[in-house]
């Protein structure tokens, strides 16, 4: 193992493809979208598929383990859809996971498809139900990959609605031809499904909202079993959102007898449990953490879960296998100074593809073969940006005034004399139930770039820290999540570092927290920038009701005050109290924040402030098109520069 670990910290010598560095990097090398997605191992190591992202949209290649030269395999038909992952069934097949927004009945839906690539003869084909694909609803009907067969890499198991169940129900799909054989008829209102090792489906989760008249009303989640394929399903139990610890299954054990479950029982943090579905009891606590939650599992290229992983400042990974651990860490020693984790690997653990990054140096990808003792560089997600001195993130923490202690991120322009004060960007996460981390950021490295300081603060609501950290931010947008973030600002102009001078920039959430900076705090701002974000938290929260979303940490939806007092802490009702200029910048295809968000503000505002409101024709929640996210960030690099 010392053998291929010297060879390995070579690597770190080894030239990266960028650009020569200039004193103002181009707003473009930050624009970019990661050059690199979602890469994936075969099972034999013999190849490497992943997402490359093109001016033209995405497209999805393949690269012999070990070369740089790709081959494109798919690009849709639309070439400005999301490419969600890649996946591998066998060494022959690949699964593409595909969304893009559509139109139907008056509303956009974010909808999902699945593709099916044979790497040999390098044909395509969209796995659709034939019989579906006649309906007048197909156009946003979705695919999702329930899951890959460990024993039958010619099949899959894709779930999708279908009329006749009026549920998601969930097929056999052949690669070879894309047949559909339904597996059962979903009776259950179930939505999510879970395989054991044989590909037989043993548990169903539901979610369903209850109106009251005969039922208890809210939003529950049910949870469905059976012990062999021959049964029906039975309910084991049926919880209410909201109430009680929290049930969230990861997985099943290989005879799909025990679950892995994510929950915040006995210790306020989301820890994984093995649960014995037939009994409905918890066995024990696999890992926990005693500061973090959890916030995911680990698995193996089998789809094994092995370990478990949570956010400090950097995310960590624990394995639950001693051979597992030893060898991530020898990955970790082998790319000292970065923060690692393997991205994926073959069957034999033998060929690995390792993604390393540090906060002010972009995420790159190592090959690493084991058994030849050999590794090099494979490339940067963002190779404009290699090899360019970049701003270093410190992690800080300040009291709110009621004395809790939030965390958070300051980033200082480099080359700051001594003495020297920059003005600031507070730039607040979206979510709201998300956190920052001190991974590199684009966003925030172009605006350190241009001479700015940036604060980031994990507020209360914010995920990762507890239980009691999370559901403090309940009902309160507006309020104490809000004054975490102004408490920052405060304690922050208290530590002689940065200039009054600031700005306060925010994309959903974030944006909801600008603007309601903006008249909440209206002298403290030079200026405010949203990006999908939320001006009226009522249209919000009623539009989502009707959807059937749950609300209930948001505003208790049946209490007719208690919505109406929304407008209170929503921009659109105060825009009397703004003084700063504002930029608006919204999408007409985001499905997770309608752009009448931004739109109804600026024709309320334009005649009474200094607005600006670009909006994107077909632009998505995320800026994912590259030429929209490129016009974003310029107009936001402009808009700082005016006015700080």
């Given at each position: ?30 624009s ?38 790709i081959t ?7 070439a ?27 509303m ?11 790497v ?39 779930s ?31 939505g999510?499904w ?53 049930f ?9 007898s ?117 590794g ?31 965390p ?29 981390t ?13 001479g ?43 530590q ?68 109406d007092?929304l407008?209170?802490?929503?921009a659109?009702a105060n ?6 200029p ?63």
């Amino acid at each position: 193992m010392d053998k291929w670990i010297k060879i390995l910290a070579l690597l770190l010598t080894l030239p990266l493809p960028c650009m020569a560095a200039t004193s103002t990097i181009p707003v473009e090398s930050f624009s970019n979208l990661r050059m690199i997605e979602s890469p994936q191992v075969s099972p034999n190591g013999k190849s490497i598929v992943a997402i490359y992202n093109t001016e033209n949209g995405p497209l999805v290649v393949l690269s012999a383990f070990g070369s740089k030269e790709i081959t494109g395999l798919a690009q849709l038909k639309k070439a400005k859809d999301r490419v969600d992952f890649v996946s591998w069934s066998g060494n022959e097949h690949v699964i593409i996971g595909t969304s893009y927004p559509d139109y139907y009945n008056g509303m956009y839906f974010r909808v999902s498809r699945l593709y099916g690539i044979n790497v040999k003869n390098k044909k395509v084909r969209e796995l659709i139900h034939k019989r579906m694909s006649k309906e007048s609803f197909h156009v946003v009907q979705s695919y999702q990959l329930t899951s890959t067969l460990k024993h039958d890499a010619e099949h899959i198991l894709v779930s999708t609605y279908d009329k006749r169940d009026k549920a998601y129900s969930v097929f056999k799909v052949d690669l070879t031809d894309g047949s559909f054989e339904k597996e059962f008829a979903n009776r259950y209102e179930v939505g999510a499904w879970y395989p054991d090792a044989d590909g037989v489906i043993r548990l169903g989760i539901g979610g369903e909202k209850e109106k009251g008249l005969f039922q208890e009303k809210g939003h529950f989640i049910s949870t469905w079993y059976r012990t062999n394929e021959d049964e029906i399903f039975t309910l084991l139990h049926k919880k209410k959102m909201g109430e009680g610890a929290t049930f969230s299954v990861k997985g099943l054990t290989d005879d799909g007898s025990k679950a892995y479950v994510m929950s915040d029982r006995e210790t306020g943090r989301q820890s994984l449990w093995l649960y014995d579905i037939a009994s409905g009891k918890f066995e024990s606590k696999l890992f926990g953490h005693e500061k973090f939650d959890l916030n995911g599992t680990v698995k193996n290229s089998a789809g094994n879960i092995v370990g478990v992983a949570w956010d400090d400042d950097f995310e960590r990974r624990h394995y639950f296998d001693e051979q597992d651990s030893q060898h991530f860490e020898s990955i970790k020693s082998a790319l000292k100074g970065y923060e690692v984790y393997i991205a994926s690997e073959s069957k034999d653990k033998t060929k690995v593809l390792a993604h390393a990054i540090k906060d002010n140096s972009p995420g790159k990808y190592f090959w690493i073969d084991l058994s030849a003792n050999k590794g090099g560089m494979w490339f940067s997600q963002y190779p404009h940006l290699e090899k360019q001195q970049l701003a270093t993130v410190q992690a800080i923490q300040y009291p709110a005034s009621d004395g809790v202690i939030i965390p958070a991120y300051l980033t200082l322009p480099l080359g700051l004399k001594e003495g020297e004060r920059p003005a600031l960007v507070v730039l607040p996460h979206g979510g709201p139930h998300s956190r920052s981390t001190r991974y590199f950021n684009p966003l925030v490295q172009l605006i350190v770039s241009r001479g700015y300081a940036v604060l980031q603060m994990n507020f209360r609501g914010s995920k990762g820290f507890g239980t009691q950290f999370e559901t403090a931010g309940y009902y309160q947008w507006g309020k104490l999540m809000q004054q975490d973030v102004m408490d920052g600002v405060a304690w922050l102009d208290t530590q002689n570092i940065v200039s009054k001078d600031a700005c306060i920039v925010g994309a959903s959430y974030g944006g909801y927290v600008a603007l309601t900076a903006a008249f909440q705090d209206s002298k403290r701002f030079k200026c405010v920038a949203s990006i999908a974000g939320i001006s009226d938290l009522k249209e919000l929260v009623e539009d989502e009701e009707r959807q059937s979303t749950y609300v209930d940490n948001i505003v208790e939806f049946d209490d007719d005050a208690a919505v109406d007092a929304l407008d209170e802490v929503s921009a659109i009702a105060n825009i009397s109290k703004i003084k700063a200029p504002i930029l608006l910048i919204h999408g007409t295809r985001d499905t997770r924040v309608g752009y009448s968000q931004s739109k109804d503000f600026y024709n309320k505002a334009k005649s009474k402030l200094d607005i600006n409101y670009i909006e994107f024709e077909n632009g998505t929640h995320f800026l994912d098109n590259p030429d929209n996210r490129k016009v974003a960030y310029d107009e936001l690099s402009k808009f700082l520069n005016k006015h700080l």
